[in-house]
């Protein structure tokens, strides 16, 4: 404003005449601009970054281990699921790394809380959420629009990345892909992205509770610690403590405890993550709970249909859908009615 | 005619400490008012209610004529509201900062960028536009601010602390500014503030809002005639001459009636009027052959009204023993970081 008179006299000339730049409304349109500018900024930032760097690796590493002895599992017949060579590429290994599944599930925590720990009270340090919340949208539009902005990028990464190797899978060895086959990887990168969905909502949570994003990132690490940890330990020593002695049990009291023991891990969204991922990725696996003798005899260890498998891992699905959808609704209700103060 | 913003027994509570009590206040279209009081006098809360930011514990506030808690949208619609500490995103320029902020109030996407840029040509922001909001001064983003509120064309804006860390002659062009804006455009500016100075320079009206109470509104000079009313007017004149003592003059003019108190102090006369009567005084002193070095009139300020209305409220503090509220509050306050 060095020069008054200037600005002052394009005042005048302007705004006044032509009142309303408004366009006629159209309700959802803000939701679709927090997006954008969500996802803008994620694929800015250095931390998305490092992410996409340590997937990547993981990726690589594990990808290039299994597609080294991917000749001896193709022709190990021993093994039910030896046939699926792609599902093989993403499961197999030789034990000087975990198989890529297994490392997806210490990963995608950590892409969920990453992106998530500072969605709300960053902006609130900045002194941006007045901005943001003093224009005419709806606060819940701002949560899902965090929350779908992140999500839309971990998909794309998971789905390019398993794109990617179907697609070197193929020139590579030159073996048809199944349908059977891109259901199931398809199907666990959707398990995959509903767990990271799961740690992504836990922090946006975190990020309205607590007002730092450092303590918001900590509670949420310590809280999957706690369920990858300490939950089975503390699970097994209460477990025991009640358990009467086995040997005077019937096999059928047994079964019972045991499918009771297994219900009260799953309450720990990384075990129906692992259930489901090997389910789908591992077509033999008939059941997540114990059999009895009587179901094993005159089986035929074979790989399931494709339907059967998902039957298997639906109620995990809807488990990992049910606890991220909680962590939601308990966002929204602490979200909606607060005071918002810089 | 219909007041745009109307507060009704406005109230919040934060556990036994009232931040608003049952605040009423009009404000009417096209006048700049200023909400004057001390810090954590409850304004930043009133303000934060009149856009739904906030949810009153009693008490309705309309703004534009739509109910600020049951229908926020509408209200924010149409007001622009710039905040204490207003913050950009540092990664983007002045000007996505602000196309941004356009979209999100669903402005034609055509004319946007042409929009942003003139609104931060009336801000004075035109040279700085393609600059990242993070290396901005504090100067600059309460105009970005402005900016903000302006691009939206609304009705009413409501600055929250507008003058907080700007230099004086930065501030002098802001509350210029603001004035050009609400004159040219018609807008009704509420602005809330604790320096009394800022507000005396643009407010058509001022409200005085300490402990969560409006103790007085209206324009300057009714208030100070409210208030200092019953003192009069005070003239003080200084001559070349040492005054005699006892003054021949004092019993000739006490005659006047006009005048209630005369004190005389070495060269310094200083008359205590029911009405002002300056002009009389000093011809009569003129033509009985005194010469005049200087004539004053004190008038009352909002500093004397401020100091006034805080003395008198400190008072009723001790009295009634609101201290413990206070302190109550600062332990709050540390709680809710």
């Known amino acids: ?3 008054q008179a200037v600005s002052l006299s394009a005042l005048s000339s302007g705004s006044t005449k032509d009142k309303k730049h408004t366009a006629p409304p159209q309700p959802n349109r803000a939701f679709g601009v927090i997006i954008r500018k969500e996802i803008a900024d994620h694929i800015r930032s250095w931390r998305f970054l490092v992410l996409v760097a340590l997937v990547l690796l993981t990726f690589v590493a594990s990808l290039y281990v299994s597609v080294s002895n991917i000749r001896t599992t193709f022709t190990n017949t021993n093994d039910p699921d030896h046939a699926f060579m792609y599902l093989k590429l993403l499961t197999s290994t030789d034990n000087t790394m975990p198989p890529f599944h297994v490392l997806l599930s210490f990963l995608a925590p950590l892409l969920g809380i990453s992106m998530g720990f500072d969605a709300i009270n960053s902006e609130q340090n ?8 003093a224009q005419p949208i709806y606060r819940d539009n701002l949560l899902l629009a965090k929350f779908s902005g992140a999500i839309l990028i971990v998909g794309m990464l998971f789905l390019s990345l398993t794109l990617l190797m179907i697609g070197g899978g193929l020139v590579l060895t030159g073996v048809r892909l199944e349908a059977q086959e891109l259901i199931r990887i398809m199907g666990f990168v959707f398990v995959t992205l509903l767990y990271v969905a799961f740690y992504l909502s836990l922090s946006i949570l975190l990020s309205i509770v607590f007002r730092q994003p450092a303590t918001a990132a900590l509670s949420a690490l310590g809280l999957w610690l706690f369920f990858t940890v300490f939950y089975p330990i503390i699970v097994n020593l209460i477990i025991r403590a009640f358990l009467p002695d086995p040997a005077y049990l019937t096999q059928a009291q047994v079964m019972g405890y045991n499918e009771f023991i297994l219900d009260i891990l799953r309450i720990a969204p990384n075990q129906l993550y692992t259930d489901a991922a090997t389910t789908l990725l591992m077509p033999s696996i008939r059941s997540l709970g114990p059999m009895s003798m009587e179901q094993m005899a005159g089986a035929i260890p074979s790989p399931l249909p494709v ?9 995990q699905l809807s488990g990992m859908i049910a606890s991220s959808t909680g962590c939601f609704a308990i966002a929204y209700y602490l979200f909606m009615r607060r005071e918002i103060r810089s | 005619m219909e007041p745009i913003i109307q507060l009704r027994n406005l109230s919040k509570r934060y556990g036994t400490f009232k931040a608003v009590d ?26 934060l209610m009149m ?15 739509y109910d600020a808690t049951k229908n926020p949208i509408a209200v924010k619609q149409k007001v622009g509201y710039m905040p204490d500490s207003v913050g950009f995103y540092n990664h983007m320029t002045a000007l996505e900062n602000l196309i941004y902020l356009g979209r999100l109030n669903n402005l034609d996407e055509s004319t946007l960028k042409d929009r942003a840029e003139e609104v931060l040509n009336i801000v004075g922001l035109a040279g700085s536009m393609d600059k990242k909001a993070g290396i901005f001064s504090r100067g600059m983003k309460q105009r970005l601010g402005l900016a903000d509120v302006l691009i939206k064309d609304p009705e009413v804006i409501i600055l929250d602390e507008p003058t907080l860390g700007i230099d004086p002659a930065g501030v002098k062009e802001f509350l210029t500014l603001i004035k050009t804006l609400s004159q040219q455009q018609g807008l009704t500016v509420l602005l809330s ?22 103790l007085a509104q209206g324009d300057i000079a009714s208030l100070s005639a409210n208030l200092f009313g019953k003192e009069g007017a005070v003239t003080t004149i200084k001559t070349v001459h040492l005054i005699e003592q006892p003054w021949p003059l004092e019993a000739e003019m006490r005659q006047w009636g006009a005048l209630t108190e005369i004190a005389i102090s070495g060269d310094t006369l200083e008359f205590t009027t029911q009405h002002d009567i300056t002009p009389r005084i000093v011809r009569h002193l003129v033509e009985k052959g005194y010469n005049i070095l200087q004539v004053s009139r004190k008038e009352y300020g909002l500093d004397e009204i401020y100091q006034k209305y805080f003395e008198s409220s400190f008072n009723e503090n001790l009295n009634h023993g609101k201290s413990s509220g206070i302190f109550k509050r600062a332990f709050f306050g540390q709680h809710k970081r």
């Open chain 1, 1 to 3: 404003m060095e020069n």
């Open chain 2, 22 to 47: 049952e605040l009423n206040l009009e404000v009417y279209r096209g006048e700049i008012f200023g909400l004057l009081g001390p810090n954590g006098a409850g304004k930043t809360t009133s303000i």
């Open chain 1, 126 to 133: 900045n002194g941006t959420l007045t901005r943001l919340l």
């Open chain 2, 193 to 214: 503030s604790h320096h009394l100075h800022h507000v005396q320079q643009v407010c058509d009206r001022v409200g005085i809002f300490v402990g969560g109470k409006l």
């Open chain 1, 307 to 315: 339907k059967e498998s998902l039957m298997i891992v639906w109620p």
């Open chain 2, 51 to 65: 856009l739904g930011l906030t949810d009153p514990h009693s008490g309705t506030a309309r703004v534009c004529g």
